[in-house]
């Protein structure tokens, strides 16, 4: 694994972003990103899903015919019959395409058929692992929790690639309940599609004013960016090869090159850091949870660059 | 409609006896480690006492079902695989999973051991439960509180397995089994851990005018002084967003849906499960009868009585959740 070069992919979307900007984001990848896959398709709520449906072929054949791989994503938590139809039609008419699965239900319709394993299914173990491979999973985008002792662990078990999440805010948590449509006294029925107002999710503060989570729709994320950008080495020296990231507002063909050119060696990690300020507009990064330790932390060489 | 079962929590001896005598169908545990959701200081059964504990219950006509339900670490399976291999030996009517892997073990392993799907596996829909039947022989599957009453009949009409719900106590507001953000704050989290906001990371802080508490490095709420302090569970927490600060994700509240059981019962339900294996003998055994009798007067065709349960809750709110589509 570490002999062959690592791969880059962009993650899907997970905010509500307007339609526009949603597919001239995925276009603008397609054109410009030095990422070799590009996962498409909602995740967080099934009621955004329409507004960028009319757009999905175009942008599609736009990332195919930039030589990308395309993975379509499917919803992370499945409640009703709208749901589970909507699956079932990205599982049968997405035959030519990985499919990556988010709720266990898309495990099941894609089991004996390649497919990529997502970070909302619970892969914490080896057992778990090789279940899921034996049933076709051939990438498995690894829980956000896992320490590099347990990363070790499910690299060294093999079968399928690993892909690790490197950037952007942590998906943490998926409810039944919208927290955007709560905080503006609206409820998930009647939400007017709030969420759509905050690019990157809605701050959510301690009464003390610390800045802790974000809020987008039904899940709630860190504040903080997750940047793996200091541990890319670990990461390759205990073999994973594949590494995640999470679309953002800021120039994210700008950020994937600097993962790029770190990865190869062209760019150091101080360097990368000041590029990830410049596009998260200095949002703090962490890293904790690959360092057994709480997700929020900061540690390794991300924490011990000098400050300017 | 065949009567519910009530399935009662239990996190020491005292508390299991309380359970048993006060009515319960079947009492849940877990053992004293990492393996289930409910991994505090002092709780949970040795293998002696559950050993003890399955004499005490089947003497008189209550099961016993042991909670296996956080996800082993890679690289250490052992101690979630002794698990099963002592619930099994022992003589467990069922254990509850919340693992792909270890499920896949206990089928492989103990094919006779009953198996139930935990609420911490978020199963929350047909396909996804038919899958863990299929896979693992999967009989009864705790539903995610994610759920409306009509969305658990339609989908109790969809598959044939037994369904478990909750019907009073802690109530998790995120998809059980998908919430990291106790880790985010601690490093520690249900799913790896078995605790979620726990106690170890909770410092209160007396500023004079306001008591503070804190997770982590974060405050979770603060109280005035004519207030009582709760407990500061990450999810429960006031928070600012929007420049308004309020309880966001949920108020301190606990789910009470005991008025909704002749409506549970005509939705298919098998089993009603009561929250709280880290309660104490006295809440256990008031909640149980409580809920005793008005399984007891659901199943009759009677009024649900409305059990006065205040004491016990120490005056919290109680909500119906996801029951009720409004929540959302």
């Known amino acids: ?308 | 409609m065949p009567k519910l079962e009530l399935v009662c929590p239990a996190g020491t001896p005292a508390s299991l006896h309380a359970a048993v005598d006060a009515g319960a169908d079947v009492v849940y545990l877990g053992f004293r480690d990492e393996t289930n959701a409910r991994n505090f200081p002092g709780l949970n059964f040795s293998r002696d006492e559950l050993r003890q504990a399955l004499d005490y219950a089947h003497e008189r006509g209550t099961e016993i079902y042991v909670a296996i339900n956080t996800f082993p670490k890679a690289g250490n399976p052992g101690p979630w695989h002794r698990a099963v291999d002592d619930a099994a030996a022992l003589g467990a009517d069922a254990v509850i999973l919340a693992d792909i892997g270890l499920a896949d073990y206990a089928a492989r392993t103990h094919p006779g051991l009953r198996r139930h799907l935990s609420v911490q596996a978020s199963a929350s829909n047909p396909e996804a439960i038919r899958f863990y039947k299929e896979a693992f022989g999967i009989r009864r599957v705790v539903l995610p509180r994610v759920l409306t009453v009509p969305e658990i009949a339609a989908l109790n009409r969809q598959v044939d397995i037994e369904t478990e719900v909750f019907v009073f106590g802690g109530l998790c507001v995120m998809a059980e089994g998908r919430c990291a953000l106790s880790s985010y704050a601690t490093g520690e989290s249900p799913n790896m851990n078995g605790v979620c906001s726990p106690a170890s990371h909770v410092r209160y802080v007396d500023e004079g005018d306001r008591m503070v508490s804190r997770l982590g490095n974060f405050t979770i709420n603060a109280f005035a002084n004519d207030e009582k302090a709760g407990y500061p569970t990450l999810c429960k927490g006031r928070f600012v967003t929007g420049g308004k600060a309020r309880y966001l994700f949920e108020e301190p509240v606990s789910l009470n849906a005991a008025a909704m059981l002749p409506e549970l019962m005509a939705a298919g339900v098998t089993a009603l499960k009561i929250e709280g294996r880290q309660r104490g003998r006295a809440y256990i055994a008031q909640v149980v009868a409580a809920f005793r009798a008005a399984v007891d007067a659901a199943a009759a065709g009677e009024p649900v009585p409305a059990a006065d349960l205040s004491a016990v809750t120490e005056g919290q709110r109680k909500t119906t959740g996801a029951y009720n589509k409004t929540w959302r």
């Open chain 1, 1 to 308: 694994m570490k002999d062959a070069q690592a791969k880059l992919s962009m993650g899907p979307v997970l905010f509500n972003w307007p339609a526009d900007r949603w597919r001239d984001f995925y276009f603008r990848i397609a054109d410009e990103a030095p990422v070799d896959t590009v996962y498409v398709g909602e995740t967080v709520c099934s009621k955004r899903a329409p507004f960028h449906a009319p757009h999905m072929p175009e942008v599609i054949e736009r990332l195919q015919a930039a030589g990308k791989e395309v993975v379509l994503s499917t919803l992370g938590l499945i409640m009703n019959g709208r749901e589970m139809h909507q699956l079932r039609e990205t599982a049968e008419g997405g035959a030519d395409f990985l499919i990556e699965a988010n709720d266990i239900a898309a495990v099941s319709l894609l089991r004996g058929r390649p497919h990529v394993i997502g970070p909302m299914i619970n892969v914490y173990n080896e057992g778990t692992f090789g279940y899921l491979v034996r049933g076709g999973a051939r990438r498995v985008v690894l829980p956000v929790e896992l320490s590099a002792d347990s990363i070790r662990v499910l690299a060294a078990h093999g079968g399928a690639e690993l892909e690790v999440f490197a950037f952007g805010r942590l998906p943490l948590a998926i409810s039944a309940r919208c927290y955007h449509a709560r905080s503006h006294d609206l409820s998930k029925d009647n939400c007017r599609f709030v969420c759509e107002r905050d690019l990157d999710g809605m701050d959510l503060d301690t009464l003390d004013g610390e800045a802790f989570l974000a809020v987008n729709g039904v899940q709630t994320m860190s504040y903080s960016y997750c940047s793996m950008i200091g541990d890319l080495d670990r990461l390759r020296e205990i073999g994973v090869g594949r590494f995640r990231l999470s679309p953002h507002s800021g120039d994210m063909v700008r950020i994937a090159a600097a993962f790029r050119d770190v990865l190869d060696g062209r760019l150091d990690v101080a360097a990368a850091d000041e590029i990830i300020a410049e596009e998260t507009g200095d949002m703090p990064v962490s890293n904790g949870y690959f360092h057994g330790v709480e997700g929020v932390a900061l540690k390794g060489r991300l924490a011990n660059l000098p400050v300017e």
